[in-house]
């Protein structure tokens, strides 16, 4: 009933940018928080950075001060912007988010299918 479709990841090198959008779509009457996870190989699913609805933000010490999340409430679109971008950081990025959807009293988790991220040295 509702769907997260991430885009924007792909190959960079250290030190460069890039920018992920995550749009909801379905059944939606509203959207709560909204975030960006991430695994790496052999490691735990982790947040990265989270977005309330009213713009409260929060992130990963590790992302402090180079990625930013932003949403567009009026598109259902979450955005991270992720600058200054280093090898560790490599990782499938996993777009969630906490839905209402039409119809339904209780609010939902949501995931995208996630996007990959690789940072050269």
């Known amino acids: 009933q509702v769907q997260l479709v991430e885009s924007g990841g792909g190959l960079v090198q250290a030190g460069g940018s890039l920018r992920l959008s995550c749009a909801a779509s379905?059944?939606?009457?509203?959207?709560?928080?909204m975030g960006w996870f991430r695994q790496a190989p052999g490691k735990q699913r982790e947040l990265v950075a989270g977005?309330?609805?009213?713009?409260?933000?929060n992130y990963a010490d590790s992302v402090k001060g180079r990625f930013t999340v932003s949403r567009d409430n009026a598109k259902n679109t979450v955005y991270l912007q992720m600058n200054s971008l280093k090898p560790e950081d490599t990782a499938v990025y996993y777009c969630?988010?906490?839905?209402?959807?039409?119809?339904?009293?209780?609010?939902?988790?949501?995931w995208g299918r996630g996007t990959l991220v690789t940072v050269s040295e």
């Open positions: 969630n988010a906490v839905v209402l959807v039409s119809g339904r009293l209780t609010y939902i988790e949501v």
């Open positions: 379905g059944s939606i009457f509203n959207i709560n928080d």
């Open positions: 977005i309330t609805s009213v713009g409260i933000t």
